[in-house]
């Protein structure tokens, strides 16, 4: 047995601070999520103590008012994520490429940066963040980076986009006249800011433009279903630094299936890329697929990086302490939550967060928004967690092993092979204990479910089997060596067998969309992690501490304090240094620190990252 050691980029935008007992928790009695939509409500709440912490941006405007209170402190981080501008491809005459990129010269992110982010943001280009590894940002031969709008007019009189004399403006290469609306949240200010700076780009460009604001929910929901929009401002946060997203965000045959591919993007070359970004089995063979193919986004722009800004959260310090600098999910993350306690070290307490908006759904295959994601992350167990450093921790796993015919003949061809042993001491909130049988069901009600829609079968796509041959082993195989299998399940939510099931369950693969827990108390919400969702009310949501937890402590916190927020700082270059090359071998991980480097593992498909319209 060959024990594989990982070689991670170390972050430098941002100090995290992993405690060495991550997993115990949580120290307090209670969260408390209330929703408050304004940011000045939220400003106001966090200074007068209402809540401890609000998970959502800190518009740069309130830092002075924030930084003179001595009971707040500031954290603040490069985002992995940006505000970005949805195009639809299919739309006439936005299924042009010349116009989209003719947009994109017009488009000035400098403006943005500096009037609506107020200097706490940078110009990027990728549709990949800047800090990844896999970003390519320096590598493009040109930039649309400020103001270019001769260029853009050059692309469209070229392009045969005819000024009308009479009007003003263009009319589409057949004559017709058009107009595109620029859609955003009509709650968020620095959304419609960045509206404002496309309709002037366009109007730069002689075409006709309007911001258009709307309810966040109905206008993603449009997207989600391929429905009639022209342009759409919201943003969009990684989970991880794994790139394979690329194969299914943008790819072709998804320009039709609902959830996937928003712009309705269709390219041949691009897809051409596909396989060999999915299954590449080296890192200089994934590197070349996921450098081609953001090359040809930024060509193609099916979407518009606004701005990659810095992530900015307040929090009170004179309550609660043991915060946790998440890269990932910065200081109101899963992890904040796990360790936040009293400062005199006591346990107990409730701790009061701000979020932005209500929640549509809590069925975790439906509902994107980050904020639900957080909640959820606090009640659904997985084989593994991103820990605050973004590498792999242990969750219900103990160790893992994985296997390919080379390692055991019995394997197929071609085939890889995960047995993963599990701890013995998970339970369900309804009392039932849970077993490898709960974990392989959770992977074959995916798939099976995936027959009627369910998204989340995307990433199961090349997954022929789940078993568990013993009651805490499970087998996960896939007929495929792939770059990328190991985040395909790893991080993936775990569901009760005895209400996920088509047979003997109470949600059969069918009704994978219209289960509703908590919102309908008719649906069984029954979950295995460290809180419990113990009441719910419109506008409002409370989670209890579950001390059936497996993790949860026998006795005080240890002595644990955020790290200065000021030690985080931007980087001047990419703080990523290059992955050395990495190939398939047979790999043992155990304990609550995972070490591996077969699969550089991170998080994918758009539905597992947070999308929302405040910037």
Known sequence: MILVLISLPNPTFAQSTTPSNLNTGPYVDEIVYVVIPRQDDQVLALQSGAIEMHMGFIDPSYLPTLDMDPSIDIYSAL???????????????????????????????????????????????????????????????WHYYTNQADIGNQILDNAGFIINASSGYRLAPDGSPFEVLITYADYSELAGGVAQIGADALQALHVNATPNPAEFNEYISILDAHGDFDMAFYSRNFYSNDVDWLAYDYWSEYSVVPYQNPTNF???????????????????????????????????????????????????????????????????????????????????????????????????????????RSIFDELYPSLFKYGPDMVPHTDLARQMFIDTHDDNPSISEGHTRFTIDLIENATWSDGTPLTAEDVANSFTYIVESGAYGN?????????????????????????????????????????????????????????????????DPEHHHVTSGPFILTEYNPGEYILAANEDFRYYPTGPPPDHTASNPTDSTTPTGNPFEPISPITLATTVISGTSVIIIVLVVFEIIRHKQGITGEG
């Open 455 to 519: 998204p989340q079968a995307v990433e199961c796509i090349d997954l022929v089997a789940a078993y568990a041959p013993l009651p805490y082993r499970v087998v996960l195989e896939y007929n495929t060596e792939s770059y990328w299998h190991f985040s395909n399940f790893a991080f993936d939510y775990i569901f009760p067998r005895h209400i996920f099931h088509d047979v003997d369950g109470e949600i059969g693969y069918e009704e994978w969309n219209t289960w509703n827990p908590v919102i």
């Open 79 to 141: 985002r992995n994520g940006y505000g970005h501008i949805t195009i639809n491809c299919r739309k006439y005459p936005l299924n042009i490429s010349a116009f989209r990129r003719a947009f994109a010269f017009a488009f000035d992110k400098t403006e943005v940066a500096a009037e609506v982010m107020q200097g706490f943001s940078q110009v990027h280009d990728s549709l990949v963040p800047y800090a990844n590894g896999w970003c390519v940002e320096e590598d493009f031969e």
């Open 266 to 372: 269709v390219n041949a070359t691009y897809d051409s890329w596909r396989d060999q970004l999915l299954y590449g089995t080296s890192y200089e063979e994934v590197y070349e697929a996921a450098a081609e193919m953001q090359k040809i986004l930024h060509y193609n722009v099916p979407v518009l990086v606004a701005y990659q800004n810095t992530y900015i959260q307040a929090y009170r310090n004179d309550a609660l302490t043991g915060h946790v600098q998440d890269l990932s999910r910065y200081i109101s993350g899963p992890w904040t939550m796990r360790k936040i306690h009293r400062l005199d070290g006591t346990m107990g307490g409730i701790v009061f967060v701000g979020i932005g908006e209500e929640q549509e759904s809590f069925n975790v295959f439906v509902a994107r928004n980050p904020t639900i």
